[in-house]
């Protein structure tokens, strides 16, 4: 089971175009293991067992770039010694690197709990590596397998303006069904990119015609033309929007991070409200959002977000309380309105 494990994860790293579904469902039947650090066991080995709700703490890679976090997962307790060796790690006093084992697919759905989380990477040896972003990983965890072709992406935006004299290049891909020709747009100077970061692009329009770039180049090059234009908060605006599209929740979490430090809290709670929504975090929504109104009633995303929130979790009086107040400061708002209707018929069966 393990050999055919690594097997696949080698495959994939060699041939990032390559279908993952057989490396996927070897990974839903596969136990797996983590990297923690925690106090040093007595002799002998003891088998750890994490709870669904349970809080651990665990290694991860914080991305250089954007800022989300990558925890490496191991197909065998040996590939974390390895890994230790191969970075050169070292431990606080009094603590020392432990591997974590997990019954087959229950890291998944233990994982989306980690703040900025990006995804996992899967980690053979320094060479091999192979990347499951946060989308996946969501699939994972419910027992799915992801679709298998590249995911594509719409311009975030109506228009992007590009200096002219900036420097692109242009090349010819692989064809995926329903595109004949599809070609593949970079621009050297904004930086590089992986051969697996081809799983993820974004369609750029080029007058009638259009081209295709890698997700992680787009951002990259949005960094660039920022410091050519010059417009830093247009470009923030701009990145975290991205980031929404792109379903990159944890790098979005870890740019509101970013804002809230730098004195913008208001926007970044908003932030943090619409990506805890969309990943299902509801009960970290929900507090958020509940201290969100208190200190700013006027910001309306407040008030959606956590009315849904609340009444995902059961707490449907107040989710019914927060409503009614929504709609008193909000007159004629329809989806308030809405959310006030759909959530008192499930107070009154309470």
């Not at 809405?338 to 018929?345: G, H």
């Amino acid at each position: 089971m393990v050999e055919n494990l690594e097997h696949l994860i080698r495959r994939a790293a060699l041939n990032p175009r390559l279908p993952r579904t057989p490396l996927y469902k070897e990974l839903l039947r596969s136990e797996t293991y983590l990297l923690t650090v925690d106090a040093p066991l007595a002799d002998g080995e003891i088998k750890r067992v994490t709870k669904p709700d349970a809080s651990f703490p665990v290694w991860a890679d914080k991305d250089p770039e954007l800022g989300g976090v990558w925890v490496p997962v191991f197909p065998a307790r040996d590939r974390v010694r390895d890994f230790v060796a191969a970075r050169r790690l070292k431990t606080p006093k009094g603590k020392e690197f432990l591997w974590m084992g997990h019954t087959p697919g229950q890291v998944f759905s233990l994982l989306r709990g980690v703040r900025r989380f990006a995804g996992i990477k899967l980690f053979l040896d320094p060479e091999v590596s192979v990347s499951v972003p946060w989308t996946e990983v969501r699939a994972l965890s419910e027992g799915k397998i992801a679709d298998e072709g590249p995911k594509r992406y719409e311009l975030p935006y109506d228009r992007l303006v590009i200096p002219a004299g900036v420097r692109l290049s242009f090349g010819k891909m692989k064809p995926w069904p329903g595109e004949d020709k599809p070609v593949l747009m970079l621009m050297p100077e904004a930086g590089k990119f992986a051969p697996e970061d081809l799983r993820r692009l974004v369609r750029l329009p080029l007058g009638e015609r259009h081209s295709w770039m890698p997700v992680r180049h787009f951002l990259q090059m949005m960094r660039r033309l920022q410091t050519l234009s010059g417009e830093g908060d247009r470009y923030l605006e701009d990145l975290f929007a991205s980031l929404l599209a792109f379903e990159m929740y944890g790098e979005a979490e870890a740019l509101c991070e970013w804002f809230e430090h730098r004195g913008h809290e208001a926007y970044a709670w908003v932030g943090l409200s619409a990506i805890y929504g969309r990943c299902g975090r509801m009960d970290e929504c929900a507090a958020l959002c509940v201290r969100a109104i208190a200190k700013y009633p006027g910001e309306r995303s407040f008030h959606v977000n956590g009315i849904r929130a609340l009444a995902a979790i059961g707490r449907a009086e107040e989710a019914v309380r927060y409503a009614a107040a929504a709609v008193r400061l909000f007159p004629g708002d329809a989806i308030l309105a809405a959310l006030r209707d759909k959530v008192t018929p499930a107070a009154a069966a309470h």
